[in-house]
């Protein structure tokens, strides 16, 4: 379930939503620093579900998606991001967000949605603002794996639907991310 304003308690410390008026508009911020590589938070109270515009993929497979059913569904998307939600491991229990670059007190949390996403439900044009930005949001299974490593993490799932689309071994790609 995602939060809403009128019943919004944060479901993680240090971490809070900022509503805005307008679709899409809020998202989740930092109430205090983070050095790169902190975990921010596990993942749990997670629930299997369909692929939808909250939920994240998990898996390769087309049913492998999850609801966060916490504020963490505010975490919008960036191109040039500054978290990741590392859904590497085979165990559910070892799944969680961690940042990649240092975060300032106020600052937005974003992740690059293709790092979970193969073939989003609903793509939409990016309005990150960021120099290295692809334009059109629709899932890693449009982009290049050049684009996918310029970005910090990939999930191994979708490294391996690139492999198989691409019929190339991602490996050494894999252990730098």
């Known amino acids: 379930m995602k939060p809403s304003q ?6 993680h410390p240090g971490l809070a939503v900022q509503f805005v008026p307008g679709e899409f508009r809020s998202s989740l911020v930092a109430t205090r620093s983070y ?5 921010l938070a596990p993942l749990e109270g997670l629930t299997k579900g369909p692929k939808r515009y909250t939920s994240v993929q998990c898996g390769p497979g087309e049913s492998d998606h999850i609801e ?4 963490l569904v505010y975490i919008n998307h960036s191109c040039e991001p500054n978290t990741a939600f590392d859904l590497s491991s085979p165990n559910p229990q070892n799944w969680h967000l961690r940042t990649l670059k240092p975060i300032e007190t106020g600052e937005a949390l974003g992740f690059f949605y293709p790092s979970t996403e193969w073939d989003m439900d609903q793509p939409f044009k990016c309005e990150c603002g ?13 982009l290049s794996l050049r684009q996918l490593a310029a970005r910090q993490f990939v999930n191994s799932y979708i490294l391996e639907l690139i ?3 691409d019929g190339q071994f ?8």
Do not use: F, W
């Open 6 to 11: 009128e019943n919004y308690i944060p479901s």
């Open 35 to 39: 050095k790169a590589g902190e975990l």
């Open 68 to 71: 966060l059913n916490s504020d």
């Open 130 to 142: 960021a120099p290295s930005c692809i334009g059109v949001i629709k899932g890693a299974r449009y």
């Open 163 to 165: 492999s198989q689309r």
């Open 170 to 177: 991602t490996g050494k790609l894999q252990s730098r991310l």
